[in-house]
C-alpha cells in the first residue's frame, strides 16, 4: 500500500459513529499506519431530523482532545495520531467558525457540505421536486458560496458527496454537466492556498468512483493544484484505509507523485 496516512477519521466522538477511539488506533496499527487524523464532525446549526436529532452533530471539542491526547502518548512511536476537524460550512455561520477554530490547535481542517441551502442532502426531501442533475448543480453552487464565505480549512471534503445519494446516485452524474462551477471552485481553493481531500468512501455506497470524481482531481491539477490528502472517511476500524490502493492509481493517474498530509495546520507532501 503507498498511502500510509489516513486523514479522514471518525469516532464515537462523532454522533454517526459508535467505535471508540482507541479501537480505531489499534486498527490503524495493525494496518501498518504511519499516521492518522481524527477529524470529528462539527456541525452548528443542523436541522433536527429523525435521523439526526437535536445536537447530532455538535462535538464535546474538550473531552474529544482530552482523550485524542491520552491515546496520543499511549501509543506514541508506534503510530502518529492528529487532532483534526471537519466542519460542516454553511454561509450564514462564517463567523461562528470563525471563532470556533481559534480556540483550539487543530493540526488539520477538513470544510465539508452535508447541507445545501440549510437542507440535509442525505434526505430523500432535499430532491423532491427536481432532477438529480438540478440537485447536484444546487449543492455545488452552494459550495462555492461556502468557499467565498469562509476559507480557515485546509481542504474542501469530499467535493461532489451530494451523488452518494441521489436517485440515480452516480449513474448519470459527468464532471462535463458542471464543469463551469467546478472550475470556479478549484480556481477559488488554488487561489486561496486550499487543497481538496480524495475520499475513498464512495466505495462503500457502491459509486463507479471516488470523491471526487477522477476528472475534478485531474482538472485540479491542471490548474495548478498540489495539495491532495486523502481519507476513508472511516466510522469504524473496519474502515481505516479502504480504497487506498486505488486511491494512489488514481492521483498517479492524474499526474501527482505525492499526497498531502497536515500537523499544526502546515502542509508536508508523501511520496506516492
Do not use: W
Not at 467558525?97 to 477538513?110: L, M, Q, R, S, W
Request: charged residues 30%; negative net charge.
Amino acid at each position: 500500500m503507498l498511502i500510509l496516512s489516513d486523514y479522514h477519521l471518525h469516532s464515537s466522538f462523532s454522533g454517526d459513529s459508535d467505535t471508540p477511539m482507541e479501537d480505531m488506533i489499534l486498527r490503524a496499527i495493525e494496518l501498518g499506519l504511519e499516521r492518522i487524523c481524527f477529524t470529528e464532525h462539527m456541525d452548528f446549526d443542523y436541522p433536527v431530523t429523525q435521523s439526526a436529532p437535536r445536537d447530532f452533530f455538535l462535538l464535546n471539542t474538550d473531552s474529544y482532545l482530552y482523550d485524542l491526547i491520552r491515546l496520543r502518548e499511549k501509543y506514541r512511536g508506534q503510530i502518529a495520531v492528529l487532532f483534526g476537524i471537519e466542519l460542516g460550512l454553511q454561509p450564514h455561520l462564517a463567523k461562528v467558525h470563525a471563532k470556533y477554530i481559534k480556540e483550539y490547535d487543530f493540526d488539520f481542517v477538513i470544510a465539508s457540505s452535508h447541507l445545501c441551502n440549510g437542507e440535509d442532502v442525505y434526505l430523500s426531501s432535499f430532491y423532491e421536486g427536481k432532477s438529480d442533475k438540478e440537485a447536484y448543480r444546487e449543492y455545488f453552487e452552494s459550495i462555492l458560496e461556502n468557499i467565498r464565505k469562509f476559507t480557515n480549512f485546509d481542504v474542501y471534503g469530499h467535493l461532489d458527496y451530494v451523488v452518494r445519494y441521489g436517485r440515480s446516485m452516480d449513474r448519470d452524474y459527468f464532471y462535463e454537466d458542471y464543469s463551469d462551477v467546478f472550475e470556479e471552485i478549484l480556481k477559488l481553493l488554488i487561489d486561496k492556498g486550499k487543497g481538496i481531500e480524495l475520499n475513498t468512501r464512495g466505495t462503500k455506497y457502491g459509486l463507479k468512483e471516488l470523491h471526487p470524481a477522477t476528472k475534478i482531481i485531474k482538472r485540479y491539477r491542471e490548474l495548478g493544484g498540489e495539495i491532495i490528502t486523502v481519507g476513508s472517511d472511516g466510522h469504524s476500524s473496519a474502515d481505516i484505509s479502504q480504497g487506498f490502493e486505488l486511491a494512489g492509481e488514481v492521483l498517479k493517474e492524474c499526474g501527482y507523485r505525492y499526497y498531502a498530509v497536515f500537523e499544526k495546520r502546515v502542509v508536508s507532501f508523501l511520496r506516492l
